[in-house]
């Protein structure tokens, strides 16, 4: 029983880098920390979003399970509203905060064993921390799972293409049930996220 969570975040340990092919600063710049405040308590970092379009308009993603009704959130200090939530899809559409490169997001599912990489904010660290792993395959309900460690804070972090730097994939959860590091990271692929974010039209 041990072994079972200390192993995968051991792995995970023994896979962060301080260097992951595909990183870059202008990519960080759209990684940030989505923040929610309850009543006049002091803003708390809750989980990780990322800068896109929605309908032709700036927009941020993050998980779903990160955005509770009822709260309020917030991106770079600048105030955000949750748009459209599926939390089937565990999937969050925010407008608002500031501006930020929109990152692109691939059409199709990468290759198996395709090298990606991931940046988010374990535990609410406050500087990004940038993870390497691989496509390892879908789910037979079409989530992805990546060899990508992630940790708690990390929800709705982008999973981008190490060569092209297109976003293949978002981290929604992971396989430990404890809040550690863990060395395998699920969630929706590319082509959930583009029929969300663009109409069916614009996934294939």
Same mark, same amino acid.
């Given at each position: 029983?041990?072994?079972?969570?200390?192993?995968?975040?051991?792995?995970?340990?023994?896979?962060?880098?301080?260097?992951?092919?595909?990183?870059?600063?202008?990519?960080?710049?759209?990684?940030?920390?989505?923040?929610?405040?309850?009543?006049?308590?002091?803003?708390?970092?809750?989980?990780?979003?990322?800068?896109?379009?929605?309908?032709?308009?700036?927009?941020?993603?993050?998980?779903?399970?990160?955005?509770?009704? /009822?709260?309020?959130?917030?991106? $770079?200090?600048? %105030?955000?509203?949750?748009?459209? +939530?599926?939390? =089937?899809?565990?999937?969050?559409?925010?407008?608002?905060?500031p501006s930020a490169s929109p990152l692109f997001v691939a059409f199709g599912v990468p290759d198996l064993r395709r090298a990606v990489w991931s940046a988010g904010f374990p535990f609410g660290y406050p500087v990004p921390h940038i993870?390497? /792993?691989?496509?390892?395959?879908? $789910?037979?309900? %079409?989530?992805?799972?990546?060899? +990508?460690?992630? =940790?708690?804070?990390?929800?709705?972090?982008?999973?981008?293409?190490?060569?092209?730097?297109?976003?293949?994939?978002?981290?929604?959860?992971?396989?430990?049930?404890?809040?550690?590091?863990?060395?395998?990271?699920?969630?929706?692929?590319?082509?959930?996220?583009?029929?969300?974010?663009?109409?069916?039209?614009?996934?294939?």
């Open positions: 029983m041990v072994t079972r969570w200390w192993l995968p975040c051991l792995l995970a340990c023994l896979w962060l880098q301080p260097a992951v092919a595909g990183a870059s600063p202008d990519h960080l710049r759209s990684i940030r920390i989505l923040h929610w405040q309850h009543g006049d308590l002091q803003p708390h970092p809750a989980c990780t979003t990322w800068a896109t379009h929605y309908r032709d308009q700036p927009a941020w993603v993050t998980a779903a399970h990160c955005v509770p009704a /009822g709260e309020t959130f917030s991106v $770079s200090g600048v %105030g955000v509203i949750a748009v459209r +939530v599926d939390m =089937a899809l565990d999937i969050a559409i925010l407008r608002g905060g993870v390497g /792993g691989l496509f390892s395959g879908l $789910s037979h309900t %079409g989530i992805g799972l990546w060899s +990508v460690p992630s =940790a708690p804070g990390m929800s709705g972090s982008p999973i981008l293409d190490a060569k092209d730097g297109a976003v293949v994939g978002m981290i929604t959860q992971n396989e430990c049930e404890l809040p550690i590091w863990c060395a395998f990271s699920l969630g929706p692929p590319a082509t959930t996220l583009r029929r969300l974010l663009f109409g069916p039209s614009e996934s294939r």
